[in-house]
């Protein structure tokens, strides 16, 4: 295939503006699917994305299109749009010389719109605006054009106005790729260097790599050699993906697509690294800016017999989701388990659904962290405050982009969601990372009858640390059992105590079902009681479940 009739290409947008929907319509148009199936979201391929409703992984798709008698490869890359995976959407455009910049008639530019445009741009791409929904009846295209006119400085009449749902206009976006997004630029009569974006691991068939080539040709049976472990391998087969995987002959540098090396540990496949020919070594491409996880949780088996299991599944998935960072870790309270690290909230829930669903796992996560860096100062004594307006540009009459600096722990949780309810659903939101600040920070002790559980020690604000401290007393006066004394649970800052609860006393009796004077009949009960306490953690003279543990630390 002549490279320049190659187009690599990705759709972006804000969240629900229709960039699966487009793709779908993309597919159909140049006859890579079916157009009389009902295709809805078909780049969508995981479970979790079809319950959510919402894409977490970028699809690869390649497309061929006649145009004035040339045939053309459209190689399509669909992007999930939320703000925990624009890891996914940075790494998606590294293959792509264009995107389409899918924006909502009726909502107009949103948050990830702004940090999607500024991605591409960073990364010097043609971009495509492309007017979606304009079939609805509150659609206001030239609103929205002028908008994009004003943030973007993109002329109006580049807009392209479409409803993807009911494929108006669609045909004009395939024009539009083919006129404004340029070939690739590569070279095919140099030796092999294939960049490694994403990849998967299929039980049978090991590592299946997704690849874009810059330089070169592979082809089945061709030894070649990775730059980040030096090992090599041999080629067992090469193909594009229609979404589907289609095995081919060969693959020529500007395509696409994916390769299978016989690659059977998952460490082995990194993505960003540069494959290229065992005997004609190149210098590796740039690769990738390593993800930098926000959002720690801690993650043990529920049974720790299951641990290997699950060290397994771990290493999988993340070999799909490479922005997760894994680190041994151990609990008191949970057993040997490990500290995860996520790029959001939303992320950690993908993840922890994709190993449910994907792997059979059941596992306790602990509620999130955001990363401290203590500094034994006194300029702590400084007055932080929480939130920084940085500032503020008008979109248009209706609509203002405000920008602030925020401690990441505040929005970690449930900001977006109250940003959201007190907003009606009109605002959306968008981060990235500012460093760190120096703020009031205190570490909570949680105490039970005056001693420390360890398990339970947290980071918080000063100002959040009393409502905070409540909570987890709260809680965890709900999951402990009576004893047989009362229970003070308090939570402490240093000496001082900040929130407390009691647990009355209780005598579990069991020998209330013993009548006579069986005294071996007693024993054997007494006993009973004391194996099923070791199960059981001893604080001070406080005896708590693995339970009660679970409960607190556990996200919901
Ligand atoms: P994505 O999150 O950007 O991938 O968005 P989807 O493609 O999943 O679309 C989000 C929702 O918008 C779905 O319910 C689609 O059916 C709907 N949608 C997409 N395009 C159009 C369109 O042109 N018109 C209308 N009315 N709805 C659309
Ligand atoms: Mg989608």
């Given at each position: 295939f002549p490279v320049e009739n190659i187009r690599n290409f990705s759709i972006v947008a804000h969240v629900d503006h229709g960039k699966s929907t487009l793709a779908d319509r993309l597919l159909e148009l140049t006859g890579t699917i079916d157009k009389t199936k009902n295709n809805?979201?078909?780049?969508?391929?995981?479970q979790v994305e079809r319950e959510r409703?919402?894409?977490?992984k970028a699809q690869t798709a390649s497309l061929f299109y006649n145009c004035e008698g040339k045939q053309y490869l459209l190689n399509l890359i669909d992007t999930p749009g939320h703000v925990d995976f624009s890891y996914e959407v940075s790494r998606s455009l590294s293959a792509c010389q264009g995107v389409l910049l899918v924006v909502d008639a009726n909502e107009g530019i949103q948050a990830q719109t702004v940090a999607n445009f500024f991605l591409a741009f960073e990364a010097q791409l043609s971009v495509i605006p492309v007017i979606n929904k304009i079939d609805l009846k509150n659609a206001d295209p030239e609103r929205v054009e002028n908008q994009i006119e004003k943030v973007f400085d993109i002329p109006s009449d580049e807009c392209i106005k479409i409803s993807a749902k009911l494929g108006t206009n669609v045909e004009s976006v395939l024009q539009a790729i083919i006129e404004r997004i340029p070939p690739p630029k590569v070279h095919r009569k140099n030796p092999l260097r294939a960049l490694v974006f994403d990849s998967t691991f299929d039980q049978y068939r090991g590592v299946i790599a997704n690849v874009a080539l810059f330089d070169g040709v592979v082809s089945k049976g061709d030894k070649i050699v990775s730059a980040h472990t030096q090992k090599t391998y041999e080629v067992n087969e090469v193909g594009v993906l229609n979404p589907n995987e289609q095995p081919t002959h060969k693959l020529y540098a500007g395509q696409v697509g994916y390769l299978i090396a016989g690659m059977k540990d998952v460490t082995e496949a990194q993505i960003g690294d540069t494959l290229c020919l065992h005997k004609q070594p190149m210098e590796p491409l740039p690769g990738f800016k390593s993800a930098k996880p926000m959002v720690f949780a801690g993650m043990y088996p529920l049974d720790q017999s299951e641990y290997n299991n699950l060290k397994s599944a771990i290493e999988k998935l993340t070999l799909n989701d490479s922005s997760v960072t894994v680190h041994r870790d151990s609990s008191l309270a949970l057993g040997a388990g490990w500290r995860l690290g996520f790029l959001g909230l939303l992320h950690m829930e993908v993840f922890n659904q994709r190993l449910e669903q994907e792997y059979n796992a059941s596992v306790i996560l602990t509620t999130p962290t955001v990363p401290y860096k203590a500094v034994l100062s006194s300029s702590k004594l400084i007055k932080a405050r929480r939130a920084v307006q940085k500032n503020m540009i008008f979109i248009d009459q209706n609509r203002v982009m405000l920008k602030y600096l925020f401690p990441l722990n505040e929005i970690v949780v449930d900001f977006y969601d109250s940003l959201k309810s007190l907003s009606s659903g009109y605002a959306s939101f968008d981060y990235e990372d500012a460093g760190y600040q120096t703020a009031e920070l205190v570490k909570m002790d949680i105490l039970l009858n005056g001693n420390t559980v360890e398990e339970l020690v947290t980071v918080v604000h000063k100002d959040k640390a009393h409502s905070i401290g409540k909570a987890i007393c709260e809680r965890l006066k709900d999951s402990l059992p009576r004893q047989l004394f009362e229970i003070a649970i308090q939570a402490a800052i240093g000496s001082k105590i900040i929130a407390r609860e009691t647990v009355k006393a209780y005598r579990k009796n069991v020998l209330a079902k013993c009548y006579g004077g069986d005294i071996t009949r007693k024993m054997k009960l007494l006993k009973r009681q004391a194996e099923g306490k070791k199960k059981l953690r001893k604080i001070g003279n406080v005896e708590v479940p693995k339970d009660a543990f679970i409960k607190v630390l556990k996200t919901q």
């Open positions: 809805k979201q078909v780049l969508d391929k995981l409703g919402i894409t977490v």
